[in-house]
């Protein structure tokens, strides 16, 4: 009987195995053995060799290009050619700064964004949505995101007794646009401890009312708990999600993704899937202060693999304009009655805290991510950098600065001497530059947000990202916005901003894989570089004023074409 039981175990182990093994093959195939990209054009992101009309691939690397008549006769029997029909082909755009798997949450949770990014018109509407949401799934955190209180009609956040009359035993959290507060129900606040008496966080604090009772209002590092407790999905949910932003990426050409804040508990909710290869194009995983202290230790095992990649640290300096968490030199524009005079935001980490970060990280040769949207913010990372370069000066990893929104041309010139990349949130100027002009910075600053043109006047090598799911990683959006600067209601915001339609793609391809550390491998078509590629139907050189009419027909990762669906093979 003890053999027979013994046989059996060995055998399920074995059956698991094998499921394993062809779960794993069946969602990480061999790229072919060549193939030949002919009949289209080819922009390469190479200055040396801008442009071909052939490209050859073996076994996922780019083996050569030039014109198909020269490559043909380099190419084995058994190469397929892929006619790109008078199309494009390009580099994949890879992400700056995201929080991957973030656009897929519209499987699990309630997308609260209001126009121009959705259809939410009031507090209604989100509580008729949260109930929905509550009816098809019974159990567990109800979670909203994307909601801006400045854009739905009452311009103002749901109560926590609204909240509370969706359930009061569920915990409930709505995120605001910005990703840096929110606001819980009642059930949420006793989960995670909060009373009245709770002391606020530093860099943070709880909403009261008049009477001293909670709200439910939480910005930011009052925040932040939340947002990872109502973020920590079960493993069904959390690779509906993964699958579901990855499709959406594919679909706009995406190959390489980033999660720019990962911490120790989704590094460890995440890991299975990642290490399985569920994500089926690149991702590179900034973790946290805390999380980066952990692996330093080795106490957080971290997930590497041929498309996983462990990044920068995730510092933060302070909030969102749009949140008015940003940290500013002078104060907003217009403010809500309830905010004190001459209010400029705040800080996100004390100024000595962030110092002493920026510099324990560098020393130790590790590149340091911090975001910092308001000027004043913005001067205390660059402080903090400055203090670590001096302390370390033989450490040559260059800092990233994100979303730089109201960088100074003083603050620009400061980033050239230290060897700073900014990584620009220029998608503001689109979603919300018309409230940046008449609401939160004023007609002057507002012209001058995400300053490209001066950034490149300074010979500034810069990225551009949308810090998705805040607002979609589009990619050709970026770069439209980046060249024409509209808002949503069609006026120009800063012209003398704008940039050419050559760098703005380079910021989006060439560039980002340079500030990511990844060069070698990606971001330009050249010999010997990995086939990461999106195939065009038009060339966005010429056509990216209309970029929304512009189609993705491929995206190859590693010479798998990985969209559309059921295309692997082709």
Known sequence: MLKKGVWGVAALVLLLALVVLVTYRWLNPPPPAAQLFINGTIITMDSDHPQATAMLVRRGDIIALGDAKTLKAQASRDVRLIDLQGGVLMPGFIEANGHFPGEG????????NSPPLGDLYSIEDLLSR?????????????????????????????????LDSISDSRPILVMHSSGHQGVANSAALRAMGITDRTADPQGGHYGHDAQGHLNGQLVASAFDPFREAALKFSALDGIQVLRKAAQIYLSRG????????????????LRPALELGVVPLRLMLWPTAQAEQLRHRGRLPFPVSSRLYLGAVKLVSDGSIQGYTAFLNEPYYQLPDDYPENYVGF??????????????????????????????AIDRALDAIAAARQACPA?????VLVHALMATDQQLDRMAALHVIPSFGNAHVYYWGDRHRHVFLGPKRAGRISPLASAAARGLPFTLHADSPVVPFQPLQLAWNAVYRYTASGEQLGPDQAIGVQRALRALTLDVAKQLGVADQVGSLQPGKRADLVWLDRDPRQFLKAWNTIQVRGTWVGGVRRFPAGQLAN
């Open 395 to 399: 450490v040559t990893v260059q800092p």
């Open 347 to 376: 800080p996100a980490t004390a100024e000595a805290k962030l110092a002493d970060q920026v510099k324990t990280f560098h020393c130790q040769g590790r590149q340091v991510a911090i975001d910092a949207n308001g000027d004043a």
């Open 254 to 269: 995406i190959t390489f993704a980033q999660n720019s804040r990962v911490t120790p508990a989704m590094i460890g909710n």
């Open 105 to 112: 949450l519209s499987a699990v949770a309630v997308d609260a």
């Open 130 to 162: 949260l109930r929905m949401l509550a009816q098809k799934r019974p159990g567990g955190w109800l979670l909203a995101y994307g909601f801006d209180n400045t854009s739905v009609g009452e311009k103002r956040y749901p109560t926590r007794e609204e």
